[in-house]
């Protein structure tokens, strides 16, 4: 941050208007409720639950706990999908599972649900004070870049060391197979971010309708 400052002045604002201010609240009903896009969004839902069973299996692997069996896996996609519709109901942002927050417990080692309680109502309290979310709001893009190059390695990290954790083949052939599928994730899924830095890489892109998913 400090670096940003003085390498590149003008990259951080802070300015705000006052100590306090009462966030905008915006209700699922306002102005009328239009079901008309549900179709582009219900395809959502069977990625962020294949993320959901991805993130816990990860996090097993960091704590040394199965969570698809215990609490399992029934009872943390309701907790998941309750959250997320409540949150949509009061127009807050999505509460499904994050790579990042896996990783985050994987970088600092804290896993317990109470500090993740705790630190859920200090981002709500600070919520309202103005120099605090101006202060957020100003960290520059350089440094958000860094810290989300530190965040997503630790999440192919975390991901590949479950896999070669669980995955043991017994042949050859298997061998192979499973090879090729875990290479055709990685560059479907990273293609269009390579398309940005390399010319000639392709663009590989799944088109349904009017709804379009381009990798990672």
Excluded: C
Excluded at 68 to 87: I, M, R, V, Y
Excluded at 131 to 147: E, K, R, Y
Excluded at 205 to 214: H, K
Aim: net charge negative.
């Amino acid at each position: 941050y400090l670096a940003s400052i003085i390498l590149v002045p003008g990259s951080v604002d802070l300015s705000f208007t006052s100590l306090f201010s009462i966030p905008d609240f915006r209700f699922i009903w306002e102005g009328g409720l239009d079901f008309s896009a549900w179709a582009l969004f219900v395809p959502l839902a069977f990625v962020s639950i294949a993320e959901h069973i991805g993130d816990h299996t990860v996090l097993g692997a960091i704590t040394g706990k199965d969570f698809l069996t215990d609490p399992g896996l029934e009872n943390t996609l309701l907790g998941d999908g309750l959250a997320t519709s409540f949150a949509g109901v009061i127009g807050s942002v999505p509460n499904t599972t994050y790579g990042e927050n896996t990783s985050v417990v994987g970088l600092t080692g804290v896993a317990s649900v109470y500090v993740t309680g705790v630190a859920a109502a200090f981002a709500i309290f600070i919520g309202f004070f103005s120099p605090i979310t101006a202060f957020l709001a100003s960290i520059p893009v350089f440094v958000m870049g860094g810290i989300s190059m530190i965040l997503f390695s630790l999440i192919a990290f975390n991901g590949v060391k479950v896999l070669l954790n669980k995955y043991r083949p017994k042949d050859t052939r298997e061998h192979i197979i499973g090879a090729i599928t875990i290479g055709l994730i990685l560059f479907i899924g990273l293609a269009p971010a390579m398309g940005d830095l390399i010319s000639w890489w392709p663009s590989i892109a799944l088109t349904i309708g009017t709804f379009t998913m381009q990798g990672m």
